[in-house]
């Protein structure tokens, strides 16, 4: 389709420390025992988008990231790495690697995305209007905003998370009005023009932004050049291109005025047939083919510019792994309902054992479950509604309950975790009870030592 892709991979986000750390980049963070980066990279080749720029923060982290992709892909996958500094924001990021860009259009989509929605239609959507951006946006996660970075089990319900203001025509192709939880405050302000030209919005605070959008190369290059503080796509530039979507010059009596903040003034009767003209038209399904009108009513100026919508369906799965709470729903979601993304087959008893992983006697594994490659397990043990990495040392009488187990984690006897994450090379000595932590990779936890709502973690040197 003559896309250019552009997948944002980040670094290590401060929001997931300590699940994140140099040895182990976000892009890299096991979902279902697999990268998270793997699922959008094989939803991009599923759509035959298979020639990418995959944008890493930090040299380090890039070539991490980039070692795994040429393993992991080769032959499936054109891939270019490309480093940039560290907290650039998603603008900066592609600010940094615009001489890269030539296609007519960018495809740009967030390497934490797990989705099961085709990059491919929201491709497909953003040329048939000609728009100069496309977002995708689907249902807000049930749990709340993933982006809230709640991680207690119970308590995720009673914090407000960030959500999206979202206005739509009534055809809910076009967006006319987007603000990010970040700049929602009492007073929201809708420009009169876009109302006006719309004739109604649909106003919807339960979609979530899913950090895929197309973009025109040469209308998204001028902004970014134009302003270099904009640091965010979502909160930056998405807001700014809806906005300006209808700031077109009109003529009216020969006189030019601009349409900046909805406060056009109109003096005449000829201004007034003008504007009955686009409040007649303001019922159309494209408000966007409105022209700005010349004096006699007729003539066009200049033609707006469309910033579009592509909405996933209700039954599509969407969520970012972007806060600890996140991290945990997602893994939750792709070995239970959204199992199909896992590329696992599961059993009849819903879960995933692997061939070479040994089980002791009379040790349960229940259903939405997965247990990696060469892990072990002692006598007694009961794992429920969880992820055991690769290579686990796991001893007997030992419970995990909805908790991730990361790789080559050595956890003793008696242990008890519940609403965890244990990071790769943890030690867990006997008896250790941990309720709703994190524990950072490398970590010894002292035998007998109980922890509720604790994030462990090794100084970095």
């Given at each position: 389709?003559?896309?250019q892709?552009v997948?944002?991979?980040?670094?290590?986000?401060?929001?997931?420390?300590?699940?994140?750390?140099?040895?182990?980049p976000k892009a890299l963070?096991?979902v279902?025992?697999?990268p998270v980066?793997?699922y959008?990279?094989?939803l991009l080749?599923?759509?035959?988008l298979k020639d990418?720029?995959?944008v890493?923060e930090?040299?380090d982290?890039?070539l991490r990231?980039?070692?795994?992709?040429?393993?992991?892909y080769v032959?499936?996958?054109?891939?270019e790495v490309a480093a940039v500094?560290?907290d650039v924001g998603?603008?900066g990021a592609?600010r940094?690697?615009?001489?890269h860009l030539?296609?007519?259009d960018?495809?740009?989509v967030?390497g934490d995305?797990?989705s099961?929605?085709?990059?491919?239609?929201?491709?497909a959507?953003?040329?048939?209007?000609?728009a100069v951006?496309?977002?995708?946006l689907c249902?807000?996660p049930v749990s709340?905003s993933?982006e809230s970075?709640?991680?207690?089990?119970k308590?995720?319900s009673?914090k407000?998370?960030?959500?999206?203001?979202?206005?739509?025509?009534?055809?809910?192709?076009f967006l006319?009005?987007?603000?990010?939880?970040a700049?929602i405050d009492?007073?929201t302000?809708?420009?009169?023009?876009i109302?006006?030209a719309?004739?109604q919005?649909?106003?919807?605070?339960d979609?979530m932004?899913?950090?895929?959008?197309a973009?025109?190369r040469?209308?998204?290059?001028?902004?970014?050049?134009?302003k270099?503080?904009f640091q965010s796509?979502?909160?930056?530039v998405l807001p700014?291109?809806?906005?300006?979507?209808?700031?077109?010059?009109?003529?009216l009596?020969g006189?030019?005025q601009?349409e900046?903040?909805g406060?056009?003034k109109?003096?005449?009767?000829?201004?007034?047939?003008?504007l009955?003209?686009?409040l007649?038209?303001?019922?159309a399904?494209?408000?966007?083919e409105?022209y700005?009108?010349g004096?006699d009513?007729?003539a066009?100026v200049?033609?707006?510019h469309k910033c579009c919508?592509?909405?996933?369906g209700s039954s599509?799965?969407?969520?970012?792994l972007?806060?600890i709470?996140?991290?945990?729903d997602?893994?939750?979601?792709v070995?239970g309902e959204?199992s199909?993304l896992?590329?696992?087959?599961?059993?009849?008893?819903?879960?995933?054992i692997h061939p070479?992983?040994e089980?002791?006697s009379?040790t349960?594994?229940g259903?939405?479950?997965?247990?990696?490659?060469?892990?072990?397990?002692?006598d007694k043990c009961?794992?429920k509604?969880?992820?055991?990495?690769r290579h686990?040392r796991?001893g007997s009488?030992v419970?995990v309950?909805?908790?991730i187990?990361?790789?080559?984690?050595?956890i003793?006897?008696?242990c008890?975790i519940?609403?965890?994450?244990i990071?790769?090379?943890v030690?867990l000595?006997?008896r250790?009870?941990l309720?709703?932590c994190q524990?950072?990779?490398g970590?010894?936890?002292?035998?007998?030592c109980e922890?509720?709502?604790?994030?462990l973690?090794?100084?970095?040197?």
């Amino acid at each position: 389709m003559d896309f250019q892709v552009v997948v944002l991979a980040g670094g290590t986000s401060k929001k997931l420390v300590p699940l994140v750390s140099k040895e182990v980049p976000k892009a890299l963070l096991p979902v279902a025992n697999r990268p998270v980066l793997s699922y959008v990279l094989e939803l991009l080749e599923l759509s035959n988008l298979k020639d990418l720029i995959v944008v890493v923060e930090g040299q380090d982290a890039a070539l991490r990231v980039g070692g795994w992709i040429s393993g992991a892909y080769v032959d499936r996958l054109h891939v270019e790495v490309a480093a940039v500094p560290e907290d650039v924001g998603t603008a900066g990021a592609l600010r940094a690697i615009a001489h890269h860009l030539t296609a007519k259009d960018i495809l740009v989509v967030s390497g934490d995305l797990v989705s099961d929605v085709p990059p491919g239609a929201v491709a497909a959507a953003h040329r048939r209007h000609d728009a100069v951006v496309t977002a995708m946006l689907c249902s807000a996660p049930v749990s709340g905003s993933s982006e809230s970075g709640s991680t207690g089990g119970k308590d995720k319900s009673k914090k407000p998370g960030c959500y999206n203001i979202i206005g739509m025509d009534p055809t809910k192709q076009f967006l006319l009005y987007i603000a990010t939880g970040a700049e929602i405050d009492k007073d929201t302000r809708i420009q009169k023009s876009i109302l006006r030209a719309s004739g109604q919005m649909d106003v919807r605070a339960d979609m979530m932004d899913a950090h895929m959008y197309a973009f025109k190369r040469s209308v998204l290059q001028q902004v970014l050049d134009q302003k270099d503080t904009f640091q965010s796509l979502k909160q930056d530039v998405l807001p700014y291109l809806v906005r300006s979507q209808l700031k077109s010059e009109i003529l009216l009596n020969g006189i030019q005025q601009t349409e900046e903040n909805g406060n056009a003034k109109s003096s005449s009767q000829n201004s007034h047939m003008i504007l009955s003209r686009i409040l007649s038209n303001a019922s159309a399904p494209r408000f966007h083919e409105l022209y700005a009108l010349g004096p006699d009513g007729s003539a066009p100026v200049r033609r707006t510019h469309k910033c579009c919508a592509y909405i996933a369906g209700s039954s599509k799965y969407c969520v970012r792994l972007n806060s600890i709470q996140a991290f945990m729903d997602i893994n939750r979601d792709v070995i239970g309902e959204a199992s199909h993304l896992s590329g696992y087959s599961f059993s009849a008893q819903k879960y995933v054992i692997h061939p070479s992983a040994e089980i002791g006697s009379k040790t349960t594994v229940g259903p939405q479950c997965m247990v990696g490659e060469g892990s072990q397990m002692g006598d007694k043990c009961s794992v429920k509604r969880s992820v055991i990495g690769r290579h686990c040392r796991i001893g007997s009488n030992v419970k995990v309950v909805n908790s991730i187990v990361m790789n080559h984690v050595t956890i003793g006897d008696g242990c008890s975790i519940q609403g965890s994450v244990i990071c790769s090379n943890v030690h867990l000595q006997e008896r250790v009870v941990l309720k709703d932590c994190q524990v950072g990779a490398g970590f010894v936890v002292s035998a007998g030592c109980e922890y509720k709502g604790e994030s462990l973690a090794r100084k970095e040197k």
